[in-house]
């Protein structure tokens, strides 16, 4: 595998289910991002991770609860969530605080659609 | 308020013409400006980006503009191609690593 993995590619789930999605980077990066992309919004940047550390949390609700066990994974742990959380996440890798490029790379995203 | 605007949501441009997407912000203190491309079931991928110290970076067929006083930014693509069709996002970088993107403009190129 390369670049930015995410799985499961679609996810479907009712508003009381408990659902996670994985996001995977293997491009050696420090800093690994959430995103959400609504229709017809422009993309909303959810949680910074840099070397496993939560630097950015752009006041998402705490039924979102990101995890960074390490540089390369991520997760988005998923519960009691509304209907108008359905969308596009997307999840993305950097070089970091420490690096000098600003790029982010970005995975291909899970469709979330809540019941 | 939005930061970065993309005020048209959609382009068509003859396949071999010039393709220019335009892009404005807020804040004449953004330094580092970036575009993104992205394909339908993809990731958007990034594309260029330039520095508020130049205003112009060229990569091929593609070339950003940067009017620092006009709080613009612009992306050339040319001669476009069909492979270009997509949606492109500009951004700029707030610090801390954070990106702010714009809506975005759906390209297409007619053959």
């Known amino acids: 595998e390369t670049g930015v993995t995410q799985t499961p590619r679609h996810l479907v789930m009712g508003m009381t289910n408990k659902k996670s999605l994985k996001c995977e980077q293997h491009l050696g990066h420090n800093a690994m991002y959430w995103y959400k992309q609504s229709a017809k919004k422009p993309l909303e940047l959810m949680f910074v991770y840099n070397f496993k550390e939560q630097t950015e949390n752009n006041s998402v609700p705490s039924r979102f609860s990101p995890e960074c066990p390490n540089s390369s994974h991520l997760f988005l742990h998923l519960h009691t969530l509304q209907p108008e959380d359905s969308a596009l996440y997307l999840c993305a890798s950097s070089e970091g605080s420490t690096g000098v490029s600003y790029e982010q790379y970005f995975g291909p995203g899970t469709r979330l659609t809540v019941t | 308020d939005q930061q970065v605007k993309q005020n048209s949501p959609s382009l068509s441009v003859q396949e071999g013409r010039i393709s220019i997407l335009n892009c404005d912000y807020t804040?004449?203190?953004?330094?580092?400006f970036l575009w993104y491309k992205k394909y339908p079931a993809e990731g958007p991928t990034f594309l260029i980006s330039i520095s508020s110290i130049k205003d112009k970076n060229e990569d091929g067929r593609f070339t950003v503009f940067l009017n620092k006083s006009a709080k613009h930014l612009s992306l050339h693509i040319v001669p476009s191609q069909p492979g270009d069709s997509a949606v492109y996002f500009c951004a700029v970088e707030l610090g801390a690593q954070k990106l702010v993107f714009g809506q975005g403009t759906r390209l297409t190129i007619n053959p």
């Open positions: 804040n004449s203190m953004f330094d580092y």
